[in-house]
């Protein structure tokens, strides 16, 4: 691990924003592009550009999944890199970000996380503005529409587009002149040179990015994967296993179903193995982590919970991720119980839970092994995944 400087350059990532006008399924920084989600891509560029502290504000209800997607991407830069819970604006949020800075950040960049592909060297010529001597710089597309300026649907009158120009993130502040901006704020700005220009500062031009266009609507998400993935991904495969012991409270529950009269088993859920071993395989299958990155013992909603919960939940997580699940196939390793009358049921409820095919099958080990001492179940999962 190399030892990374304490930077001077922060970035904070914004990406608490509903998605309203994609309407993606999921909050828009995670909606899937190839397979990754927006974030993910917008965090490559972030951590490709010049060594920086990295603030990534994210809904309150998607931290955790945010900090997957900097895991996913930080690489040695991980301990440069933080999260924090939005706010009800963006301003709000960029605030929240603002102040997780360290002391010793002298030049600020404030990136939306939906222009996800802006290439790393526009937040070098960012940089290099403010370093220059710049209080605020803003990276800019010349216009090419004809605008009109619009009153109740009538032309009032056309725009002389020359003195225009398309505003883009990065945006780069030096950061005492962005503090004092936000901190003396009254008003709402959709960027943060509107806000920076209201109190008083002269903002500074350089070029932005064609590939730094933002994705708020669906023409633009289709846009973004045509960019990243112009042939579709092809179908990918995850296998998972999982293992539980006998002795747990209660009744069995397996495969999705409750078996009276049989021993139950261990587990911080209610220790249904092929359903674990069912939700391992489909993520390994999209790349997305495995059941402890998304179910941990630390999310008591999971405790106890059965496998409808952790199948519905794990295909969610899929789409917004861009994949579906093709099917699965499970094979329940154990002494008992006996499958064979109830192996349609529990492929139905296995089935109606994920939204996929899943095919079921049991096995004995003919006494050998911890399966074939009764003193546990064995399962062993394999998933097809593919492109939404
Ligand atoms: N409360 C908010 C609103 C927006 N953003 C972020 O600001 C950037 C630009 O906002 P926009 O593209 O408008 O995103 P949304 O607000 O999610 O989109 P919409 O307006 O369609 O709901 C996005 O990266 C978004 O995640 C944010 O962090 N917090
Ligand atoms: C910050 C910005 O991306 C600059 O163009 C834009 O103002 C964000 O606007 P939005 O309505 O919050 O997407």
């Given at each position: 691990?190399?030892?990374?400087?304490?930077?001077?350059?922060?970035?904070?990532v914004?990406a608490a924003?509903?998605?309203?006008?994609?309407?993606?399924?999921a909050p828009k920084a995670f909606v899937g592009?190839?397979?990754h989600t927006i974030l993910h891509?917008a965090l490559?560029?972030?951590?490709?550009?010049?060594?920086?502290?990295?603030?990534v504000v994210a809904p309150a209800s998607r931290v955790g999944d945010a900090l997957t997607e900097v895991d996913a991407t930080?690489?040695?830069?991980?301990?440069?890199?933080?999260v924090v819970a939005g706010?009800?604006?963006?301003?709000?949020?960029?605030?929240?970000?603002?102040?997780?800075?360290?002391?010793?950040?002298?030049?600020?960049?404030?990136?939306?996380a939906?222009?996800?592909?802006?290439?790393?060297?526009?937040?070098?010529?960012?940089?290099?503005?403010?370093?220059?001597?710049?209080?605020?710089?803003?990276?800019?597309?010349?216009?090419?529409?004809?605008?009109?300026?619009?009153?109740?649907?009538?032309?009032?009158?056309?725009?002389?587009?020359?003195?225009?120009?398309?505003?883009?993130?990065?945006?780069?502040?030096?950061?005492?002149?962005?503090?004092?901006?936000?901190?003396?704020?009254?008003?709402?700005?959709?960027?943060?040179?509107?806000?920076?220009?209201?109190?008083?500062?002269?903002?500074?031009?350089?070029?932005?990015?064609?590939?730094?266009?933002?994705?708020?609507?669906?023409?633009?998400?289709?846009?973004?994967?045509?960019?990243?993935?112009?042939?579709?991904?092809?179908?990918?495969?995850?296998?998972?296993?999982?293992?539980?012991?006998?002795?747990?409270?209660?009744?069995?529950?397996?495969?999705?179903?409750?078996?009276?009269?049989?021993?139950?088993?261990?587990?911080?859920?209610?220790?249904?193995?092929?359903?674990?071993?069912?939700?391992?395989?489909?993520l390994?299958?999209a790349?997305l982590g495995?059941?402890g990155t998304h179910f941990g013992?630390d999310k008591?909603?999971?405790?106890?919970?059965?496998?409808?919960?952790?199948?519905?939940r794990t295909?969610e997580i899929l789409a917004e991720a861009?994949?579906?699940?093709?099917?699965?196939?499970?094979?329940?390793?154990?002494?008992?119980?006996?499958?064979?009358?109830?192996?349609?049921?529990?492929?139905?409820?296995?089935?109606?839970?994920?939204?996929?095919?899943?095919?079921?099958?049991?096995?004995?080990?003919?006494?050998?092994?911890?399966?074939?001492?009764?003193?546990?179940?064995?399962?062993?999962?394999?998933?097809?995944?593919?492109?939404?």
């Amino acid at each position: 691990m190399s030892i990374i400087p304490v930077p001077r350059v922060a970035v904070v990532v914004v990406a608490a924003g509903s998605g309203t006008r994609l309407a993606g399924g999921a909050p828009k920084a995670f909606v899937g592009v190839d397979g990754h989600t927006i974030l993910h891509h917008a965090l490559r560029s972030v951590f490709a550009a010049a060594p920086a502290q990295v603030v990534v504000v994210a809904p309150a209800s998607r931290v955790g999944d945010a900090l997957t997607e900097v895991d996913a991407t930080a690489g040695d830069r991980r301990d440069l890199a933080t999260v924090v819970a939005g706010g009800e604006t963006r301003q709000d949020s960029v605030a929240a970000g603002l102040a997780a800075l360290w002391a010793d950040v002298e030049v600020v960049l404030v990136h939306d996380a939906a222009r996800a592909l802006t290439p790393p060297e526009v937040f070098a010529r960012v940089i290099a503005a403010v370093d220059a001597g710049h209080d605020a710089v803003v990276p800019v597309l010349p216009v090419v529409d004809t605008l009109k300026r619009v009153a109740d649907d009538v032309v009032v009158e056309a725009v002389d587009r020359s003195v225009l120009a398309a505003a883009q993130t990065p945006q780069g502040f030096r950061r005492a002149v962005l503090d004092a901006a936000y901190a003396a704020a009254t008003a709402e700005f959709t960027d943060d040179t509107a806000l920076v220009q209201h109190a008083g500062r002269a903002v500074h031009t350089v070029a932005g990015a064609d590939l730094s266009f933002k994705i708020t609507t669906q023409a633009d998400l289709a846009r973004a994967r045509a960019i990243v993935a112009p042939v579709p991904p092809a179908p990918r495969v995850g296998v998972g296993t999982d293992v539980h012991a006998f002795g747990g409270d209660g009744t069995l529950w397996l495969a999705g179903l409750e078996w009276p009269g049989e021993a139950g088993l261990h587990g911080h859920s209610d220790g249904d193995a092929v359903a674990h071993a069912i939700v391992d395989a489909v993520l390994a299958a999209a790349s997305l982590g495995d059941i402890g990155t998304h179910f941990g013992v630390d999310k008591p909603e999971y405790a106890g919970a059965h496998a409808p919960a952790f199948l519905r939940r794990t295909a969610e997580i899929l789409a917004e991720a861009g994949w579906r699940v093709g099917n699965v196939s499970v094979q329940v390793q154990a002494n008992r119980p006996r499958f064979a009358a109830r192996r349609l049921e529990a492929e139905q409820v296995l089935s109606a839970a994920l939204g996929a095919p899943v095919s079921v099958s049991a096995t004995t080990t003919d006494g050998l092994g911890f399966t074939g001492a009764g003193e546990g179940v064995a399962a062993f999962a394999v998933a097809v995944v593919v492109p939404r």
